[in-house]
């Protein structure tokens, strides 16, 4: 990003030009803070986005492995049940939005 700055000074003094230059400068690191911020959380929701499809990919895997299997032992049974209770938990960080009518 460039700011192109034209001042014309015809009797400004130092007292004048200083907050001009103050409020410029806070409104540059804004912008920047913003578009900063803007791009991390745009980041941090892509990676969440691919977290949770390769989370739900790999437990509808194993799903279909134990089917295949046929029977399934206890602790896999509880291993599974414990999987999707802690996938749960982590979507129930952000409550779901009420359905518009």
Do not use: C, F, W
């Amino acid at each position: 990003m460039q700011i192109v700055l034209h001042v014309y000074l015809h009797d400004a003094t130092e007292e004048h030009l200083l907050p001009l230059v103050n409020q410029i400068l806070h409104r540059v690191n804004s912008m920047a803070t913003h578009a900063e911020m803007t791009a991390e959380l745009t980041a941090i929701k892509d990676q969440v986005v691919k977290s949770r499809t390769e989370v739900l990919k790999k437990i509808a895997d194993l799903e279909a492995a134990q089917a295949n299997a046929g029977n399934t032992t206890p602790e896999e049974d509880a291993a599974m049940a414990a999987l999707k209770q802690e996938v749960q938990a982590t979507d129930d960080i952000v409550p779901d939005q009420p359905a518009t009518p």
